[in-house]
């Protein structure tokens, strides 16, 4: 069963996300909603990993060895200015696709499984995940003009 290679796989994905939200708001406090809602989801992937540590140890005894290249990293750390803070979103709007994703393809295998409780921890967290694309792609659309057009 490897399941347990995807339980890895989001909680990583998280965790890194958490972290990228943060340097993203340290390097662009100036911009107030960016860093307010920037910690705000940070603590939300937080809480992702933190739900996911009960399924991780449950499954990861008939986890088989991890394939190498199995994880991925997609953040290697915030930018200055107009234009980085556009960057800076993008990544992050980059490593918050992966983990939308890696939560559907637990969401059926936790359908697969029968598995009520993962289930119901991948629906929550997969909502949680989807507001954050939209704030992203919504704060993207609000910078480009100004970081593209206007130098």
């Given at each position: 069963?490897?399941?347990?290679?995807?339980?890895?796989?989001?909680?990583?994905?998280?965790?890194?996300?958490?972290?990228?939200?943060?340097?993203?708001?340290?390097?662009?406090?100036?911009?107030?909603?960016?860093?307010?809602?920037?910690?705000?989801?940070?603590?939300?992937?937080?809480?992702?990993?933190?739900?996911?540590?009960?399924?991780?140890?449950?499954?990861?005894?008939?986890?088989?060895?991890?394939?190498?290249?199995?994880?991925?990293?997609?953040?290697?750390g915030a930018r200055s200015g107009g234009l980085g803070?556009?960057?800076?979103?993008?990544?992050?709007?980059?490593?918050?696709?992966?983990?939308?994703?890696?939560?559907?393809?637990?969401?059926?295998?936790?359908?697969?499984?029968?598995?009520?409780?993962?289930?119901?921890?991948?629906?929550?967290?997969?909502?949680?995940?989807?507001?954050?694309?939209?704030?992203?792609?919504?704060?993207?659309?609000?910078?480009?003009?100004?970081?593209?057009?206007?130098?």
């Amino acid at each position: 069963m490897h399941v347990a290679h995807y339980l890895g796989l989001q909680h990583r994905a998280e965790a890194n996300l958490a972290d990228a939200f943060r340097q993203v708001a340290a390097a662009h406090a100036a911009e107030a909603d960016v860093f307010h809602l920037t910690g705000k989801l940070a603590a939300q992937c937080d809480q992702h990993v933190e739900r996911l540590a009960p399924f991780i140890e449950t499954y990861s005894a008939e986890a088989p060895d991890e394939p190498e290249r199995l994880h991925a990293d997609l953040f290697a750390g915030a930018r200055s200015g107009g234009l980085g803070l556009l960057r800076d979103l993008h990544d992050l709007y980059l490593m918050a696709s992966y983990a939308d994703i890696t939560w559907t393809v637990l969401g059926q295998a936790a359908a697969g499984l029968r598995d009520g409780d993962l289930a119901a921890v991948v629906a929550a967290c997969e909502q949680e995940t989807s507001i954050q694309l939209a704030w992203l792609r919504t704060r993207m659309k609000s910078a480009a003009p100004q970081a593209l057009v206007v130098a």
